[in-house]
């Protein structure tokens, strides 16, 4: 229905109170017809009305057939997409549709930060979506919303029915009250995925989770890969107005890895920069790696000063190297980390000659950064002494703390079929994963992005570069076991 049409049927309903309810009723039994009739989208591109009627296509029909069929079967539905096909918009519709009509509902919405996920007055967020498209409807069918009284960031309200929409991001995912179903956006790109699943996998019974293709080391694709998920694809062949001349000029000033990412809907060739390329989860972490009595354990640590404290649990034999646990805290206070962080997991593990669990100098090893042998100038302690004097271990390092012979000693043991990581420990799988260089126009840099996979990654290079280190002259990495304690 174009936008005259519509008109001549509103200036109808406004006269006529018994039309009204006539089309309430029919929106509410006919969801395909309140798309059709009263939705708008928005298109900054249109160069004289940017809101134009949602029509729906096709491809966007099935799709909320796959999205109903879900939500009435409380079952998840994973979505790949191209890029530009309406996914966002007809899923926020449907959202709309089940709040004006379905008394109780409740959705959340979740993506890698908050400001996509609402922001007033930028139509890139979601929820701004949602409420552009209540503003374009019919006051009558609003169903009491009024936008002064009933929504504020992060939340939107339908009085008559008392349904919700809520929003969150990033590490907040998942963090809110339980909903109906949970829509996560753009999910192969949201930091730390395997954690923040954990989350939101208690919220709702139905969630979607909408993406395009972000390489393998993400939640997204071990759910398409690795599970018998329902996959609906939206490919951009699908849209009627998309054609190989379209995909050609798209792809004039997209790199290789963008058009595997945005258009081809490729999983293999979407990652680029990848410090680690020798990782693959598939062969690297397709079992559980228990721990093994017959074998001693190594605590590696990459400390966090402002930034996350990441420590790997390692064991070593058969000339490989196995991560059988981890853990990540932002807590920085050393007696939390090795009290409530540390201990609960060696704890778990028995005395290789006795019925005894590990303690602190049980371990057989402790790595990490060269800089806890620098002195607080509030002290005059270093770190090393504070883990020696508390719980009489000493913390193992190499000089000088380079990162070019760190990547390579992890990269040689990776490349010869070294290095095996537990299959239940999918953060460090994603940390491997995603371990990127700095887009660069020539080469590589040497120094890797410092984010959320920096600190497990590191951690490992440090007990890699101690043990296990690319051959060098004698000029250079010197090994130390905490400077008082050469």
Not at 45 to 73: G, I, N, T, W
Request: charged share 25%; net charge positive.
């Amino acid at each position: 229905m174009d936008n005259r049409e519509r008109l001549k049927l509103l200036i109808k309903a406004n006269k006529r109170d018994n039309l009204k309810f006539l089309l309430i009723e029919k929106c509410h039994r006919d969801m395909f017809y309140f798309f059709n009739t009263f939705l708008y989208t928005y298109d900054p591109r249109l160069l004289k009305f940017k809101a134009c009627p949602f029509v729906l296509y096709p491809y966007q029909l099935d799709f909320l057939k796959d999205l109903e069929e879900s939500y009435q079967s409380k079952k998840p539905l994973l979505v790949e997409k191209t890029r530009d096909m309406g996914f966002s918009w007809v899923f926020l519709g449907w959202i709309l549709s089940h709040m004006l009509f379905e008394r109780g509902f409740s959705a959340g919405i979740g993506s890698r930060k908050m400001g996509l996920v609402d922001e007033r007055g930028s139509m890139k967020s979601l929820i701004e979506r949602v409420r552009f498209m209540l503003r374009k409807l019919p006051k009558w069918l609003r169903g009491g919303y009024i936008e002064k009284e009933h929504t504020k960031i992060g939340q939107l309200i339908i009085p008559s029915t008392e349904a919700i929409l809520t929003g969150e991001g990033g590490d907040n995912i998942g963090r809110g009250d339980r909903s109906s179903i949970y829509f996560l956006d753009e999910w192969a790109h949201i930091p730390r995925s395997a954690i923040v699943h954990e989350a939101v996998s208690q919220t709702s019974d139905c969630i979607i989770y909408g993406s395009t293709p972000n390489g393998k080391g993400n939640e997204f694709a071990r759910l398409k890969f690795n599970t018998k998920i329902k996959v609906h694809t939206m490919h951009w062949s699908k849209h009627p107005k998309k054609d190989q001349k379209w995909y050609d000029k798209q792809a004039e000033t997209m790199t290789p890895e963008q058009i595997a990412q945005e258009l081809d809907i490729s999983y293999n060739k979407s990652t680029k920069g990848r410090v680690y390329k020798w990782f693959d989860a598939q062969k690297h972490a397709n079992e559980i790696i228990n721990y093994d009595p017959r074998y001693p354990v190594y605590a590696s640590f990459d400390w966090g000063i402002g930034d996350p404290t990441a420590c790997l649990i390692i064991q070593y034999y058969s000339s490989t190297i196995h991560i059988i646990d981890y853990f990540e805290t932002a807590d920085t206070d050393i007696h939390k980390i090795f009290n409530l962080f540390l201990l609960p997991i060696i704890s778990k593990y028995t005395h290789y000659n006795s019925t005894r669990t590990l303690s602190f100098t049980d371990l057989e090893g402790y790595y990490g950064d060269p800089d806890a042998n620098n002195r607080s100038l509030q002290t005059g302690e270093t770190l090393a002494d504070c883990i020696y004097n508390d719980y009489h271990v000493k913390i193992r390092f190499k000089y000088p703390n380079l990162t070019g012979p760190r990547i390579l000693s992890v990269r040689k043991m990776g490349n010869a079929d070294r290095i095996r990581v537990s299959k239940n420990l999918l953060h460090v799988q994603d940390c491997l994963e995603n371990y990127k260089f700095p887009e660069k126009e020539h080469g590589e840099n040497e120094k890797p992005l410092h984010d959320w996979t920096s600190h497990i990654c590191t951690a490992l290079e440090y007990y890699i570069i101690f043990e296990h280190p690319i051959v060098k002259s004698k000029q250079q990495s010197q090994p130390v076991t905490s400077s008082r304690f050469r």
